[in-house]
C-alpha cells in the first residue's frame, strides 16, 4: 500500500535559491518540451525523449535525471491528465513552481539525521534540513519509498514521499460491519448509535464564507493579504476532521472485530438536488476524502472497508425493509409507514443500520464467489 508522508524541509537561504532556481528552470524546460509535444504531436514519453532530451540537456543545463523528469511530467500530461489537455486537445503550459518528481537517483532522506541530499542546478545539496514527526520519520526509515514531489507553496519547501507500507492481514469481519451514514447536518453517524455532529464544522465555514465576502467587497491591498493568509484555511480544518473520524471508526472496528460499510457517495453533488443555501454546504464538504482515510486507515489496522449503494437508504426502514418516502417526514426523525412495523427512531442511525446490512450482504456475495472460484480451480 502506498502512503504520501509530508515534510517541510528547513534549508538554508543559500539552499533555497537553490531550490527555487531548479523549480524554475525545470519548469522552463517543460514549458519547452511541451511546446514541441504540441507542434510535433508527439505524447509518448519514449519518442518525446528521443526528440527534446539533447536539447533539454543543452539549452536549460539539467543533469540527466532532471532532463527525463522534465520529459516524463510533459508525457504524463498530455497522456493521462485532465480532459482539457489529454492527448493535445489544448496546449499545456507549466507554472514556475510547479512540483517536480525526484527518485533514489537525484535525492536521498536521511530520516535518523532529519536531513536530504538532492540534486539541483546548482549541484547536489547535502544536509537539508527537514522537519517531521517521529512517526514519519519511522515510516520513512523502514519502508522503501519511491518518487518524491518537491513542492514550493506560499514561501515554503515541501517534499511528498510516496512511501510503500506492508498491509495488516484482514480480519474478515466475523463479528458483522459497522455502518457508517454520511451528511451535512452530522458528518458521520454509525450502526452502534455514534453521531459526529458537523454543527462546529458548519458554523466554521459559515464565519468564513462571510468573512470572505466582506473582504472580497472590500478589495484593499490589507483585505487582499489577509484572503491570502486565511486560504486553505478552512480546507486544513476540514481535512484534520475527516482525519479524527476516520481514525475513530478504524478503531472501534478493529476493536469489535468488525469491518466498515460507507456509502459510494461518488456523484453526489451532481445528482442531489438542492436548494441555493445548502449548495454551499454541499459542495464544501468533502465525502471522498473521509471515504478514502478511512479506507486507508482500515487497510493499515486490517478492518475491510467496503462501498456499499447508498440508494434508498434514508427511506428504508432497517426493520421491516420497507421503502417509502413518507418514513422520512423529517430531517432527523425516521417513522416506519409499514403498520407492521411502526419503527421510530433517528433517521441517521436508521439509514446507518441499513449500510451496515448491505455491507455485510456484499461481503457474503464477494466471498462466496472467492470461494466458488476456489473450488472450480
Same mark, same amino acid.
Request: hydrophobic share 35%; glycine share 8%.
Given at each position: 500500500?502506498?502512503?504520501?508522508?509530508?515534510?517541510?524541509?528547513?534549508?538554508?537561504?543559500?539552499?533555497?535559491?537553490?531550490?527555487?532556481?531548479?523549480?524554475?528552470?525545470?519548469?522552463?524546460?517543460?514549458?519547452?518540451?511541451?511546446?514541441?509535444?504540441?507542434?510535433?504531436?508527439?505524447?509518448?514519453?519514449?519518442?518525446?525523449?528521443?526528440?527534446?532530451?539533447?536539447?533539454?540537456?543543452?539549452?536549460?543545463?539539467?543533469?540527466?535525471?532532471l532532463a527525463q523528469s522534465a520529459i516524463k511530467k510533459v508525457a504524463d500530461a498530455y497522456g493521462?491528465?485532465?480532459?482539457?489537455?489529454?492527448?493535445?486537445?489544448?496546449?499545456?503550459?507549466?507554472?514556475?513552481?510547479?512540483?517536480?518528481?525526484?527518485?533514489?537517483?537525484?535525492?536521498?532522506?536521511?530520516?535518523?539525521?532529519?536531513?536530504?541530499?538532492?540534486?539541483?542546478?546548482?549541484?547536489?545539496?547535502?544536509?537539508?534540513?527537514?522537519?517531521?514527526?517521529?512517526?514519519?520519520?519511522?515510516?520513512?526509515?523502514?519502508?522503501?519509498?519511491?518518487?518524491?514531489?518537491?513542492?514550493?507553496?506560499?514561501?515554503?519547501?515541501?517534499?511528498?514521499?510516496?512511501?510503500?507500507?506492508?498491509?495488516?492481514?484482514?480480519?474478515?469481519?466475523?463479528?458483522?460491519?459497522? $455502518? &457508517?451514514?454520511?451528511?451535512? @447536518?452530522?458528518? !458521520?453517524? =454509525? +450502526?452502534?448509535?455514534?453521531?459526529?455532529? *458537523?454543527?462546529?464544522?458548519?458554523?466554521?465555514?459559515?464565519?468564513?464564507?462571510?468573512?470572505?465576502?466582506?473582504?472580497?467587497?472590500?478589495?484593499?491591498?490589507?483585505?487582499?493579504?489577509?484572503?491570502?493568509?486565511?486560504?486553505?484555511?478552512?480546507?486544513?480544518?476540514?481535512?484534520?476532521?475527516?482525519?479524527?473520524?476516520?481514525?475513530?471508526?478504524?478503531?472501534?472496528?478493529?476493536?469489535?472485530?468488525?469491518?466498515?460499510?460507507?456509502?459510494?457517495?461518488?456523484?453526489?453533488?451532481?445528482?442531489?438536488?438542492?436548494?441555493?443555501?445548502?449548495?454551499?454546504?454541499?459542495?464544501?464538504?468533502?465525502?471522498?476524502?473521509?471515504?478514502?482515510?478511512?479506507?486507508?486507515?482500515?487497510?493499515?489496522? $486490517? &478492518?475491510?472497508?467496503?462501498? @456499499?449503494?447508498? !440508494?434508498? =437508504? +434514508?427511506?428504508?426502514?432497517?426493520?421491516? *425493509?420497507?421503502?417509502?418516502?413518507?418514513?422520512?417526514?423529517?430531517?432527523?426523525?425516521?417513522?416506519?409507514?409499514?403498520?407492521?412495523?411502526?419503527?421510530?427512531?433517528?433517521?441517521?442511525?436508521?439509514?446507518?443500520?441499513?449500510?451496515?446490512?448491505?455491507?455485510?450482504?456484499?461481503?457474503?456475495?464477494?466471498?462466496?464467489?472467492?470461494?466458488?472460484?476456489?473450488?472450480?480451480?
Amino acid at each position: 500500500m502506498k502512503l504520501i508522508v509530508q515534510i517541510r524541509l528547513n534549508p538554508t537561504k543559500d539552499q533555497l535559491d537553490a531550490l527555487v532556481n531548479t523549480l524554475r528552470t525545470v519548469n522552463a524546460a517543460c514549458n519547452h518540451v511541451s511546446d514541441i509535444a504540441f507542434s510535433r504531436k508527439i505524447w509518448r514519453n519514449y519518442d518525446l525523449r528521443a526528440v527534446t532530451y539533447g536539447d533539454v540537456r543543452a539549452r536549460f543545463g539539467l543533469q540527466s535525471q532532471l532532463a527525463q523528469s522534465a520529459i516524463k511530467k510533459v508525457a504524463d500530461a498530455y497522456g493521462s491528465g485532465d480532459k482539457k489537455h489529454r492527448h493535445g486537445n489544448a496546449h499545456r503550459q507549466f507554472r514556475w513552481n510547479s512540483a517536480i518528481a525526484f527518485d533514489a537517483r537525484n535525492m536521498k532522506i536521511f530520516p535518523t539525521e532529519r536531513t536530504v541530499a538532492i540534486s539541483t542546478i546548482a549541484g547536489r545539496l547535502t544536509g537539508i534540513r527537514m522537519a517531521c514527526a517521529d512517526w514519519q520519520a519511522d515510516m520513512l526509515a523502514n519502508n522503501r519509498f519511491g518518487e518524491t514531489d518537491l513542492v514550493y507553496r506560499d514561501g515554503a519547501v515541501y517534499l511528498f514521499v510516496s512511501v510503500d507500507v506492508p498491509e495488516t492481514e484482514c480480519n474478515q469481519a466475523r463479528n458483522g460491519f459497522l $455502518g &457508517v451514514d454520511m451528511g451535512i @447536518v452530522n458528518i !458521520a453517524a =454509525t +450502526s452502534d448509535g455514534t453521531v459526529y455532529s *458537523g454543527t462546529h464544522l458548519n458554523h466554521v465555514r459559515n464565519k468564513n464564507l462571510r468573512l470572505r465576502r466582506k473582504l472580497q467587497q472590500k478589495g484593499t491591498k490589507s483585505a487582499k493579504r489577509l484572503l491570502k493568509k486565511r486560504s486553505g484555511r478552512e480546507a486544513r480544518f476540514a481535512r484534520d476532521v475527516n482525519h479524527c473520524i476516520s481514525k475513530k471508526l478504524v478503531t472501534e472496528a478493529e476493536r469489535t472485530g468488525r469491518g466498515i460499510a460507507i456509502e459510494d457517495l461518488e456523484g453526489i453533488r451532481a445528482r442531489a438536488r438542492s436548494r441555493k443555501p445548502q449548495r454551499v454546504a454541499l459542495n464544501s464538504w468533502s465525502f471522498h476524502q473521509l471515504g478514502q482515510f478511512t479506507l486507508y486507515k482500515g487497510r493499515r489496522a $486490517g &478492518v475491510p472497508v467496503i462501498y @456499499v449503494d447508498p !440508494a434508498y =437508504t +434514508s427511506q428504508q426502514c432497517s426493520h421491516c *425493509g420497507n421503502i417509502d418516502k413518507n418514513n422520512r417526514k423529517q430531517q432527523a426523525k425516521f417513522a416506519c409507514t409499514n403498520p407492521d412495523c411502526g419503527l421510530v427512531e433517528h433517521a441517521d442511525l436508521n439509514a446507518a443500520r441499513n449500510i451496515a446490512n448491505r455491507g455485510a450482504q456484499g461481503w457474503a456475495v464477494s466471498h462466496a464467489a472467492t470461494r466458488g472460484s476456489d473450488l472450480a480451480a
